[in-house]
């Protein structure tokens, strides 16, 4: 039983890539599962239904019933939006764009906890050279970029990721689940402003006024010339 009427054809589901029946009304129409995962923003699992035979759509709380006035939900950390279906039931779309990790792309690394004793995130500019999904889950990926601020050094590794939130600037993902010390990991557009408040030794020892015309108007040309101009680690 799907939660809106049937079209012909199938499309994918934004966030799991599953099948979803195809309707141009509803082109990021969630999929039953995900739809069933949906959240208030304190994590609290939400039911989706009509108010009567007549329509209207009538969201609840799933541990007490309790009937909830916003239409607005959470998937997988994505912020979407519940409406009532043209033929009635209900439909899940997301309502703000996702975070996407692109290889050849800077990226801000905030990991905690961070390698010392002290309380403190790590954190390092990274170069995306691949990510993966793992199966067809948005939400579980496996990713290699350059750590360069590593201490023996610019670094390649690999994580696995399970994504568990995602928001328009950065997402946020547990590293390497089940297989060590649990760690956290955001991810982050990166711009001089973050590079001046996580690392700002970086720009201390190279003066963004000392590099060429390009990498003073670019973070993306200034990192790729501070630490990747003698070439690429192997």
Same mark, same amino acid.
């Given at each position: 039983?799907? %939660? %809106?009427?049937?079209?012909?054809?199938? @499309?994918?589901?934004?966030?799991?890539?599953?099948?979803?029946?195809?309707?141009?009304?509803?082109?990021?129409?969630?999929?039953?599962?995900?739809? *069933?995962?949906?959240?208030?923003?304190? #994590?609290?699992?939400?039911?989706?239904?009509?108010?009567?035979?007549?329509?209207?759509?009538?969201?609840?709380?799933?541990?007490?019933?309790?009937?909830?006035?916003?239409? %607005?939900?959470? +998937?997988?950390? /994505?912020?979407?939006?519940?409406?009532?279906?043209?033929?009635?039931?209900?439909?899940? @779309?997301?309502?703000?764009?996702?975070?996407?990790?692109?290889? #050849?792309?800077?990226?801000?690394?905030?990991?905690?906890?961070?390698?010392?004793?002290?309380?403190?995130?790590?954190?390092?500019?990274?170069?995306?050279?691949?990510?993966?999904?793992?199966?067809?889950?948005?939400?579980?990926?496996? /990713?290699?970029?350059?750590? /360069?601020?590593?201490?023996?050094?610019?670094?390649?590794?690999?994580?696995?990721?399970?994504?568990?939130?995602?928001?328009?600037?950065?997402?946020?993902?547990?590293?390497?689940?089940?297989?060590?010390?649990?760690?956290?990991?955001?991810?982050?557009?990166?711009?001089?402003?973050?590079?001046?408040? @996580?690392?700002?030794?970086?720009?201390?020892?190279?003066? +963004? *006024?000392?590099? *060429?015309?390009?990498? @003073?108007? *670019? +973070?993306?040309?200034?990192?790729?010339? +501070?630490?990747?101009?003698?070439?690429?680690?192997?």
């Amino acid at each position: 039983m799907t %939660f %809106f009427y049937p079209a012909d054809g199938f @499309q994918s589901c934004p966030l799991c890539g599953g099948k979803v029946p195809a309707s141009s009304r509803y082109p990021r129409a969630l999929c039953v599962q995900c739809a *069933s995962e949906a959240t208030d923003e304190n #994590g609290r699992r939400l039911t989706f239904g009509n108010v009567d035979a007549t329509g209207g759509l009538q969201v609840r709380y799933a541990d007490t019933g309790e009937t909830r006035n916003r239409p %607005f939900c959470y +998937v997988r950390g /994505v912020k979407c939006l519940a409406e009532e279906g043209r033929f009635g039931g209900y439909v899940i @779309q997301p309502i703000e764009t996702h975070f996407k990790l692109s290889p #050849g792309c800077w990226y801000g690394w905030e990991m905690s906890p961070g390698y010392l004793d002290d309380g403190k995130p790590y954190c390092s500019p990274i170069l995306m050279r691949s990510v993966r999904r793992v199966g067809r889950r948005s939400d579980r990926l496996v /990713v290699r970029f350059w750590n /360069v601020l590593y201490a023996e050094g610019v670094q390649d590794f690999e994580k696995r990721l399970h994504v568990l939130e995602r928001a328009a600037d950065h997402l946020t993902a547990a590293i390497d689940p089940g297989c060590g010390p649990d760690r956290r990991a955001t991810i982050r557009e990166i711009s001089f402003e973050w590079i001046e408040r @996580q690392c700002p030794n970086i720009l201390r020892s190279f003066p +963004v *006024s000392r590099c *060429s015309p390009a990498a @003073q108007g *670019s +973070v993306s040309a200034y990192l790729a010339e +501070v630490f990747l101009c003698s070439g690429s680690p192997g």
